[in-house]
């Protein structure tokens, strides 16, 4: 039998949204002699059926695992079953880059190494934006090749098994297989085993796949006990083989030094550990403290470990801004003692003492706060336009609808008739500027008035990274009232979602590069997890969140009625007359949606992608198309999610909408999937984009693109300026 060059090893589990774009990233490359091997390792849940619906070529064939067995075994079985001269590891939600890995394999066969590595790139939750894996970078960013560890040092910190090309006949000499029991957490074993082993090993210095991260996924996900044994373990075997490794003879010590910093790193920086111990008196994670001690056994980091080491300092955190402020040397060393001591109420003090000081409460003005906060689509435009337009009156009756962070007159939305409420206060707060909110409360003690009514969807912040900080932020700037109440617009939780989704996709975000399904697997959770959404509101206000039914309201035409109930401003402002609907803000349909994601995928600047698609949006109004672009199955996992998580929550603080009714219509939807954009629709997306060209003076006067104006800081103006001054006066000596 002849032997292939490559065979691609895909470990799946529920990565279904995702797998269709690993296949294709593969089978795109440039090359031949390949094979792909895709383990199922959930057969309970995806069947033959599922596979042979997703059309697979020949080289790419399916193993079946009898059950579950985990991501180490699943990989294993690929090993086992591969045919091609050297073996790569992809997981099923990531992708490689156009031309990656067939650079990567030709790196692989010219060195003739027995572990090739290729850099990597990240894609954050939920975009498709890269940044190169800030290790690849720091240690990796050119290429180099020589004859095992020795040679190139920095291949003991190679993030993960998926980075690298492996020949295989190398694996099966050297019996590297993936520890079954670690069924978590199972790379940097591997890694470790793999490069101690290796006679030769070569790096391309470019990138060659990303990796997406995405909700749910080891690397986002909090961990619990389980997950603490598991990491716990690997450590334990980790620093085991190091030891073994160092103890070699002509193995210098410090890859053992190396490897017990990368522990120590990991316990305080990484794992979420120290504190858990600390905070739990039971006997497992007891038994997790004490383990820890004897893992660091008797080995001390080196000052020249920590001072000047050429793999480690790049790499290192120490002395550097983080999650836990600033950890310095003095710090991480008595941080080690106080671990190998398995004193972890100190280790926790110790780290708690390197946070970011407690800022003292802001200034109050007195008054109380009613902030509407909503998802997309659920009438926020509308409540809008009665509070501009009843803002007189209202003032007259004591509540202020501030005008500081307002978007500015006239606002051109990106679709016709959209506008985001006090989004400025919002952006101040996330770039860290005053001006908006010393504005807001100046005019507040202007006013008078004893109630401040503030309306900013955005202000969920539903899908920030790093939500907890922003929403602190976000509290410390509004610590001034004197009370608050939350009120929120809610939509039913198999159409909500998407909404949100459309929402973005329509509006140039990023996010809408993504399908609707890659979408659902990172926020779909999210959007029906009413409790996560809000209860940090609830607890900064101290009182119960209120949720209105948008539905509801929207039937009975009662949004600002219900609202004012809500906010607990019925008898104060019952007497005004809300506006018939001005500004129209239609949902787009599944035709715009698609045609929007077209230009989030293939514009990479936001300017550009936002002029495009105001173009678009103002001369193609929506049709009457009321098609969901998700299945009524994925829309029923998302009312299974809600019932879950939210039905209870929801129900005590006033949303309580009729699951069973709509999981009979779900069940009894005739539904199409979106059929291919007509040339009618890509016409229109096509005179939008010329329609956004801005001429530019280049060489010779030719050429157009879009113009991005960069106003430089004050500081800098002031120095060209002087510069320019200074030249003016040389030459006229």
Known sequence: MSVLRLSVIIPFFDESAFIQMALRSVLAQPLSGLEVIIVNDNPAQFGPAFFAELKLPAQVRVLHHDANHGLSAARNSGIDAATGARVAFLDADDYYLADGLAAQLALAERSGAD?????????????????????????????????????????????????????????????????????????????????????????????????????????????????????????????????????????????????????????????????????????????LGQRIARLLGDETCHRQILHADPVVTPISRIGKESRLGVIRRRDFVELHKLLRAADFTAATARITARGAPVRPRRRGNGTHLVLH???????????????????????????????????????????????????????????????PWLRLNSEITQSGCQTVVLSCEGMLLPLASD????????????????????????????????????????????LGARSVQEFMVDYGPTLTDLPQLFAPFEAFSGLPVVLVDHDRSLADRAHWRN????????????????????????????????????????????????????????????????????????????????????????????????????????????????????????????????????????????????????RPRPWLSNCLAWVAARSQSLRGR
């Open 373 to 435: 906060l909503g998802m997309h689509k659920t009438g926020s435009t509308y409540l809008q336009q009665c509070l501009a337009s009843g803002a007189d009156e209202m003032r007259a009756a004591g509540v202020l609808y501030p005008q500081s962070g307002l978007a500015v007159t006239p606002f051109v939305a990106v679709r016709p008739g959209g506008f985001p409420g006090h989004l400025g206060l919002l952006t101040a707060m996330l770039r860290g500027r005053d001006g």
């Open 467 to 510: 939500r907890k900080a922003q929403l602190a932020r976000l509290f410390d700037r509004l610590s001034g009232f004197a009370s608050c109440q939350v009120v929120a617009f809610v939509r039913r939780p198999d159409v909500g979602p998407e909404m949100f989704y459309r929402e973005q996709a329509c509006n140039g975000l990023r």
């Open 115 to 287: 572990i090739s590595h290729g850099n990597c790139c990240i894609s954050p939750v939920g975009a498709p934006d890269l940044r190169l894996l800030p290790r690849d970078r720091a240690l990796f960013s050119r290429p180099r090749q020589g004859k095992g560890l020795c040679a190139v040092e920095q291949a003991q910190f190679i993030t993960s098994s998926w980075s690298s090309l492996y020949r295989r006949d190398f694996l099966q000499d050297a019996g590297l297989r993936f520890d079954p029991e670690q069924v978590k957490f199972e790379d940097r074993l591997f890694v470790l085993s793999a490069v101690t082993a290796a006679g030769s090993i070569a790096c391309l210095g470019a990138p060659v796949r990303v990796w997406r991260r995405r909700t749910g996924s080891i690397s986002v996900t909090p961990p619990g006990l389980a997950a603490h044994r598991l990491q716990v373990q690997l450590l334990e075997k980790c620093m085991a083989l190091m030891r073994a490794h160092a103890a070699r003879p002509g193995i210098s010590k410090r890859f053992l030094q190396r490897e017990l910093f990368n522990t120590l790193s990991r316990l305080i920086w990484d794992m979420d550990l120290i504190a858990a111990i600390a905070a739990n008196t039971g006997p497992d994670y007891a038994a």
């Open 563 to 710: 609202f004012l109930a809500a906010a607990g401003l019925g008898e104060r402002l019952g007497h005004i007359t809300p506006p018939a609907l001005t500004r129209p803000y239609p949902s787009p349909d599944r035709d715009q949606v698609a045609a929007a994601r077209l230009v989030d995928v293939m514009l990479a600047s936001e300017p550009q992608r936002v002029a495009v698609l105001r173009g678009f949006f103002a001369a193609n109004p929506p049709a009457s198309d009321p098609a969901m672009l998700l299945s009524p199955l994925d829309r029923l996992a998302l009312v299974e999610h809600f019932a879950a998580a939210s039905a209870e929550f929801a129900a005590r603080r006033g949303y309580a909408p009729d699951l069973e009714r709509i999981r009979s219509e779900l069940a009894a939807e005739v539904w199409h999937p979106p059929t291919v954009l007509s040339l009618e629709v890509l016409e229109r997306l096509h005179q939008a984009r010329l329609g956004a060209e801005t001429a530019v003076t280049g060489a010779g006067g030719r050429g157009f693109a879009l113009l991005r104006r960069i």
